[in-house]
């Protein structure tokens, strides 16, 4: 059973940094494209920041030049680098990844979410 386990959230000042953290264990093949998404209050769910497993990287608008998104593939972890954080950036982040656990059998996979707050 495959599970992603998110850590790294809290709350932080505008301006600080952040480092969330995300784990991917059980029946895993292959990871394909691992990702952050992050849903505020009221709002629906957005994409954050993807990486597929060749290593290229897609971003927000909203957090280009901020945000950096990384990946381990030994450890099966990907990890997102929050830098010169903004209140509008607080939300629940959820890492999310598309893993091969048979031949032909690949899944969508969420963690359970951590929350991000940014206040003063």
């Known amino acids: 059973q495959v599970q992603l386990v998110e850590s790294g959230g809290g709350l932080q000042q505008p301006g600080g940094s952040l480092k969330l953290s995300c784990a991917a264990s059980?029946?895993?093949?292959?990871?394909?494209?691992m990702a952050w998404y992050r849903q505020a209050p009221g709002k629906e769910r957005e994409m954050v920041a993807i990486?597929?497993?060749?290593?290229?990287?897609n971003y927000a608008d909203a957090v280009k030049g901020r945000f950096t998104i990384s990946r381990d593939n030994a450890k099966n972890t990907v990890y997102l680098q929050m830098n010169t954080l903004k209140p509008e950036d607080t939300a629940v982040y959820y890492c999310?990844?598309?893993?091969?656990?048979?031949?032909?059998?690949?899944?969508?996979?969420w963690g359970q979410g951590t929350q991000v707050t940014v206040s003063s």
């Open positions: 990486t597929t497993n060749d290593g290229s990287t």
């Open positions: 999310y990844a598309r893993i091969r656990t048979g031949i032909l059998s690949f899944g969508d996979y």
């Open positions: 059980g029946g895993i093949r292959v990871i394909h494209d």
